[in-house]
């Protein structure tokens, strides 16, 4: 079973701090997603990583892929209550019976106090 | 107009009984899933189906049972519920194969399923 370790799974934070959710495996990964949840709603795509190593930036928002494409990292800078949600990341391992399917993490729950 | 529909968007239902979640997506995908989450958040997916052909079936009771009708359509029946069922049930479509560089998913909002 492929898993995906998530953290840390709560985060309350007041307004300008900065933060960082991890996402780690010990499989290999042939791309990694984020979302972030709203309450009553289903997730909504933020970014994907395919290359080992890759940076993108969405914003306040920086999203890193591990060189072995084993791990990811989502930084957020200067919170706003508006960053409130849950995030949720999730691998895609190609090839075989795995070839199509996204395995989450378990998800932080984001509460950014103004 | 909404791009992933899935209804109802609540069911509350008692032990035993037989249900079905509809959805719909207006994207033109050609893939289709079910996923569920749990209390705690935990979001797994249940099966899926690329152009009306089941490709994903997890470790899923075979009291679920999935229909796809057409490529637009992902049914969901669920006979003889039992409490461990209650949970919310997304259904999501993706152009591609989830995963890959086109393979982002687009969620519905979601079906909460109640059963007492």
């Known amino acids: 079973t492929q898993l995906l370790e998530q953290s840390p799974q709560f985060l309350s934070i007041q307004e300008g701090e900065n933060l960082t959710v991890y996402c780690n495996s010990s499989s290999v990964f042939s791309s990694l997603q984020w979302y972030r949840q709203e309450p009553g709603e289903g997730p909504v795509l933020l970014v994907t990583?395919?290359?080992?190593?890759e940076v993108k930036k969405l914003k306040r928002l920086t999203f890193q892929f591990g060189d072995a494409r084993k791990d990811s990292s989502l930084h957020i800078t200067a919170a706003q209550p508006g960053d409130t949600g849950l995030y949720l990341c999730a691998g895609a391992y190609a090839g075989g019976t795995s070839y199509g399917k996204l395995t989450f993490g378990q998800g932080t729950i984001l509460t950014v106090h103004p | 107009d909404t791009a992933v529909s899935q209804t109802p968007k609540y069911l509350v239902t008692q032990m035993g009984n037989d249900k079905s979640i509809k959805c719909e997506q207006n994207l033109g995908h050609d893939t289709m899933y079910w996923y569920k989450q749990d209390s705690k958040k935990f979001l797994k997916i249940m099966f899926s189906y690329n152009n009306k052909e089941l490709i994903i079936n997890e470790t899923v009771p075979n009291r679920f049972s999935p229909k796809s009708p057409d490529k637009a359509h992902l049914n969901l029946h669920i006979n003889s519920l039992e409490l461990g069922d209650s949970a919310v049930y997304f259904c999501a479509s993706s152009r591609r194969l989830a995963g890959g560089p086109t393979g982002e998913l687009f969620f519905g909002e979601g079906s909460r399923l109640t059963v007492l």
């Open positions: 990583v395919v290359t080992g190593g």
